[in-house]
Each structure stands twice: as structure tokens, then as C-alpha cells.
């Protein structure tokens, strides 16, 4: 079984500007979500993946993901995914040899800076970048699937973690 271990946190500033290596847009909708897994469809430019992962809680979860042409991840995304779509700017940066992806939503989610690290083990040490903030990891509301249908930019104010 594929495993993904991911540990997610908020970005406390922009100092990790800095350091990115590459920059990608990312689009993103949800063919399926329900208690067990959802079904993504991503498109980075001419690229494609169908992504299945598991609904279990914490940093552990199965993946599958397979590439698909640009063209037909493109289709499946306009015709089949239901908006609002997950757009978002994903940065790699490198801190201490480990490759942190910071993610900039768009849309109804802007505002949202997320970094992930993924990890070979669970309780996996790592250095913290001096940006790092608080970990969301376990926080369902930070999930792209749930922010396509809850965005950040709607959450009510005074909710943890709610814009300005």
C-alpha cells in the first residue's frame, strides 16, 4: 500500500520567499469525497494526476496517484469536478535538506499559507524553518477537499485560524 506521511503547518511570515527553488500553479476538484477516501484531479500545466487518498486522521494516510495526460486531467477537472476548485501556487523550498512545499491559495481561499513536509516516518525529527508556524496537521478545515467546499476566506470571524 502507498503511504503518505505529511505534516502540515500555517506560515508565520514571508521570509521563506527566499528560498524558493520552483514555483508551480496548481488547479484541483474532487470527483469523490465521502468518511473513507476522496478522488482528485490535478492539473500543473501540461500535466495530470488522479489521486486517491484515505480519510484517516492524522499525519499517515494512503495515496495513489497516477499521472494522466494534461488533455484528459484538463477534461475530467472542467467537466466532472464541481467548483469551487483548489487553486493554488505551490513553492518548493529546501531548509536543513528537507523540501518543504509552501502553498499560496487563490480564489475564496486566499490569504491561506500552508507549508507540508513530507516525512518517511512518522515521528520523523526535522529542523523547523524560523517561518514555520502553528501545525494544522490533524485539523480537518486546512484539507484542500474541505476547503473547495469551505474556503478560508468564509470562515467566520474569531474562528481559530479565521482571516484578519
Same mark, same amino acid.
Not at 22 to 44: D, M, P
Not at 56 to 80: F, H, N, V
Given at each position: 500500500?502507498?503511504?503518505?506521511?505529511?505534516?502540515?503547518?500555517? %506560515?508565520?511570515?514571508?521570509?521563506?520567499?527566499?528560498?524558493?527553488?520552483?514555483?508551480?500553479?496548481?488547479?484541483?476538484?474532487?470527483?469523490?469525497?465521502?468518511?473513507?477516501?476522496? %478522488?482528485?484531479?490535478?492539473?500543473?500545466?501540461?500535466?495530470?494526476?488522479?489521486?486517491?487518498?484515505?480519510?484517516?486522521?492524522?499525519?499517515?494516510?494512503?495515496?495513489?496517484?497516477?499521472?494522466?495526460?494534461?488533455?484528459?486531467?484538463?477534461?475530467?477537472?472542467?467537466?466532472?469536478?464541481?467548483?469551487?476548485?483548489?487553486?493554488? @501556487?505551490?513553492?518548493? %523550498?529546501?531548509?536543513?535538506?528537507?523540501? @518543504?512545499?509552501?502553498?499560496?491559495?487563490?480564489?475564496?481561499?486566499?490569504?491561506?499559507?500552508?507549508?507540508?513536509?513530507?516525512?518517511?516516518?512518522?515521528?520523523?525529527?526535522?529542523?523547523?524553518?524560523?517561518?514555520?508556524?502553528?501545525? %494544522?496537521?490533524?485539523?480537518?478545515?486546512?484539507?484542500?477537499?474541505?476547503?473547495?467546499?469551505?474556503?478560508?476566506?468564509? @470562515?467566520?470571524?474569531?474562528?481559530?485560524?479565521?482571516?484578519?
Amino acid at each position: 500500500m502507498a503511504v503518505e506521511i505529511e505534516r502540515k503547518f500555517l %506560515v508565520r511570515d514571508d521570509s521563506w520567499r527566499q528560498q524558493v527553488r520552483s514555483r508551480t500553479l496548481l488547479r484541483q476538484g474532487y470527483l469523490a469525497v465521502n468518511e473513507r477516501c476522496t %478522488v482528485r484531479v490535478r492539473v500543473a500545466g501540461e500535466a495530470g494526476w488522479l489521486t486517491v487518498k484515505s480519510q484517516t486522521p492524522g499525519p499517515s494516510r494512503a495515496e495513489y496517484e497516477l499521472p494522466l495526460p494534461g488533455g484528459d486531467a484538463e477534461q475530467l477537472l472542467q467537466t466532472l469536478c464541481p467548483r469551487p476548485w483548489i487553486e493554488k @501556487w505551490r513553492n518548493l %523550498v529546501i531548509y536543513e535538506n528537507y523540501e @518543504w512545499e509552501v502553498d499560496e491559495f487563490l480564489g475564496d481561499n486566499l490569504g491561506l499559507v500552508v507549508a507540508e513536509i513530507e516525512l518517511e516516518m512518522p515521528d520523523e525529527g526535522f529542523a523547523r524553518p524560523p517561518w514555520l508556524g502553528r501545525e %494544522v496537521t490533524g485539523d480537518v478545515r486546512y484539507y484542500n477537499f474541505k476547503l473547495a467546499t469551505e474556503p478560508f476566506g468564509r @470562515w467566520a470571524p474569531g474562528t481559530p485560524g479565521a482571516p484578519g
